[in-house]
């Protein structure tokens, strides 16, 4: 007869997450896992098969949480000052209570840049897809824009929203705000 769990899948993952969050993968261990999530590795491994099962779930419960702040970015009609103010509830994430500093999957993307993790690449090649694309519908509504700006804009804005994420790790407000500013100007 099977054991009943006794813990909430949806409690240890998000315990999972702000781990992962605040060191990264290779930096996280299985013991950390364990005191953070308050199971034992027989738990893990049996609800999430590996360390990166479990690191594939925490992306995915991140991308769930930011799904509110993406909808309210996705149905903004007003393009590039919505770009701006994307950037800025982006930042007011990273000061809620407990959160952590800057965004996961730009983490993510940076830790697994050379890796051939098929699994991990595809969560943080969809997110960064999405917001590129939400990134050149926004740029659309600009009739003065031609395609070729729109295009490389929109690398200019990912690469911005990346060194943002960096940024609200080591940066202060005022400096963030002067970023978010200063990226948009002549945008």
Not at 5 to 32: C, D, P
Request: glycine share 4%.
């Amino acid at each position: 007869m099977a054991r009943k769990k006794q813990y909430k899948e949806a409690e240890v993952i998000n315990k999972a997450m702000h781990l992962f969050w605040r060191n990264g993968y290779e930096n996280t261990s299985m013991q950390m896992l364990e005191k953070e999530m308050g199971i034992n590795k027989f738990s893990i491994y049996s609800s999430f098969g590996s360390k990166h099962g479990l690191f594939i779930e925490s992306l995915k419960s991140y991308k769930a949480k930011r799904k509110v702040l993406f909808d309210k970015f996705r149905n903004a009609t007003k393009g590039v000052e919505d770009i701006k103010q994307f950037f800025y509830d982006s930042v007011a994430v990273c000061y809620q209570p407990d959160n952590e500093k800057g965004c996961l999957l730009t983490n993510t993307y940076n830790e697994f840049s050379a890796s051939e993790d098929d699994l991990v690449s595809k969560e943080v090649t969809d997110f960064m897809a999405n917001l590129k694309s939400l990134f050149i519908e926004k740029l659309k509504m600009d009739p003065s824009k031609d395609e070729d700006t729109i295009l490389k804009q929109a690398n200019f804005l990912v690469l911005a929203k990346h060194g943002l994420a960096a940024a609200t790790r080591v940066n202060s407000p005022k400096e963030i705000e002067d970023f978010i500013e200063m990226t948009f100007q002549n945008l």
